[in-house]
């Protein structure tokens, strides 16, 4: 699989599966935070091709479904927060989705603190 460094070009690169992967959950679509849940939204989140989409109230369930987006909405409609559940490719030494998010928490707050 190639680094990172390979996809660096003007016009693109054809994209190669990496060798190891595992489940992670990311957010996405932040920009709708705030908002009214309906049809606005829901155009929004299509384009993230999901296989479904579920929109709740409540906390998240323990199940786990490839490209499944959960919308996370308010009493009164009001999107709180948008993830999508979707397959990572694992770096050599990372073991799974949970350890990748990890080392991204780590390396995010490294970052904060050395430069704000």
């Not at 489940?23 to 920009?31: E, G, P």
Request: hydrophobic share 40%.
């Amino acid at each position: 699989m190639p680094n990172a460094f390979h996809y660096l070009s003007n016009h693109g690169k054809d994209y190669v599966t990496p060798e190891r992967s595992g489940c992670a959950v990311i957010d996405v679509l932040v920009f709708l935070i705030g908002l009214q849940w309906g049809e606005i939204a829901l155009a929004y989140v299509n384009a993230l091709n999901p296989s479904m989409i579920r929109v709740t109230e409540e906390s998240e369930a323990d199940d786990w479904v490839n490209r499944r987006v959960a919308v996370w909405v308010s009493k009164n409609g009001i999107i709180t927060s948008i993830s999508q559940e979707v397959v990572v490719g694992l770096p050599d030494g990372v073991n799974n989705g949970q350890e990748l998010s990890q080392i991204l928490l780590k390396t995010h707050h490294a970052w904060r603190e050395k430069n704000l």
